[in-house]
């Protein structure tokens, strides 16, 4: 292998150690500070004293020494019995992938040049399922002494939930992805920053000052493109006004600090964008959320499962157990997270306005 199995568990010199939720160890080795600011604040990961870590990324000059064989359709590669993924441009190793050495302590290699470390989000929500945690799409807020956790597939209303409780005090737990033990007595978040738009941004104007003229003006020439079905340009301005958002630290948008790392999920929300003119919130089944959770989670992990079956055609005959069982034990552990707890499907048009979606919403929690 290219890195040195030989080393997890160990201290090294230029190691830094981050603790995500107080579930899993993560250990920097060579890594730049850039490296490690940008990881902490990808995982909302804090800087512990060394212990043995659960993964081990080890920091390069050159990822792969020989000559790789490549597979096109989804940048990747393998040189001897190491699996990699590779530039698109270049062709060259970005990162060692640990396909088929998933279980316990995992160790993979990042080349110095890389702005952020290919495949470890990924990592981490799989492997956080040995240490009793199951990650779901959802974001999550607590108000008035309650967890209340918006969830569901993209676009369906996540972070506006969370923008709309943010406007009444609320405290921010997490964005996007969401950690829940698997007795349901605890949830963190993964990562600190938010998705705020360009329709919400004048509400939130610690978050508005950091964005310039020119950001600006490329949001007001998108949604004009938007506006007169342009499609020849439409296809390309999402590269250009990154999609009409920033990502505003917690602080640009909530006035209340979360007082612990860990909040209790209380309240759960599906959220689904339809076709309707106001907010209709009923009860669901924790069930039914846990299965439809399941399905997202599958289509979230889309791309592992593409590196995996690169895996598979590589070297015919390996398996991953964690990959293949991933599916299972993540639908058993969210009916078993959720499982007790008040559910409601939140049925609104999204994108729209917050103070609606925030009064049906924290109607049916009083």
Not at 111 to 134: C, M
Not at 147 to 163: D, E, N, S
Not at 305 to 327: K, Q, S, T
């Amino acid at each position: 292998m290219s890195t040195n199995p030989a080393t997890v568990g160990h201290v090294q010199e230029g190691s830094f150690y981050l603790d995500v939720g107080g579930a899993l160890t993560i250990r920097l080795v060579n890594a730049s500070e850039k490296h490690r600011r940008r990881v902490a604040a990808q995982l909302n990961a804090r800087e512990v004293t060394p212990g043995v870590p659960h993964i081990t990324v080890l920091f390069v000059d050159r990822v792969a020494s020989g000559a790789i064989c490549r597979q096109g359709l989804i940048h990747t590669g393998w040189c001897g019995d190491d699996y990699y993924l590779l530039d698109r441009s270049t062709g060259a190793a970005r990162a060692s992938l640990p396909i088929g050495r998933l279980e316990g302590a995992v160790e993979m290699t990042c080349a110095s040049t890389e702005r952020d470390v290919p495949g470890l989000a990924e990592l981490v929500r799989l492997k956080l399922l040995d240490e009793g945690f199951v990650a779901a799409h959802a974001s999550a807020v607590r108000h008035e002494g309650l967890g209340l956790v918006p969830m569901g597939w993209a676009k369906g209303g996540k972070t506006g939930a969370v923008l709309a409780f943010a406007r009444q005090g609320a405290a921010f737990v997490g964005d996007e992805w969401i950690a829940f033990s698997n007795d349901g007595t605890t949830m963190f978040g993964i990562g600190r920053s938010i998705k705020v738009t360009d329709r919400h941004l004048a509400l939130f104007p610690r978050a508005a000052a950091q964005v310039g003229h020119t950001q600006r003006l490329l949001w007001r020439i998108g949604r004009g493109v938007e506006r007169r079905e342009l499609r020849a340009l439409a296809a390309v301005m999402p590269r250009v006004t990154d999609r009409f958002a920033i990502r505003a630290k917690e602080g640009e948008v909530f006035a209340v600090p979360l007082e612990a790392a860990r909040s209790s999920p209380d309240v759960l929300f599906l959220m689904i964008n339809t076709d309707v003119d106001d907010v209709r919130v009923e009860p669901s089944a924790t069930r039914e959320l846990a299965a439809r959770m399941a399905a997202v989670g599958s289509f979230e992990r889309s791309v592992l499962n593409r590196w995996y079956e690169g895996f598979r055609y590589a070297f015919p005959g390996r398996r991953d157990p964690v990959l293949d069982g991933a599916a299972e034990r993540e639908q058993a552990m969210l009916e078993q997270a959720f499982a007790g707890k008040q559910a409601f499907t939140v049925a609104h048009r999204h994108p729209g306005p917050l103070e609606p979606l925030f009064a049906a919403m924290v109607e049916v929690v009083r």
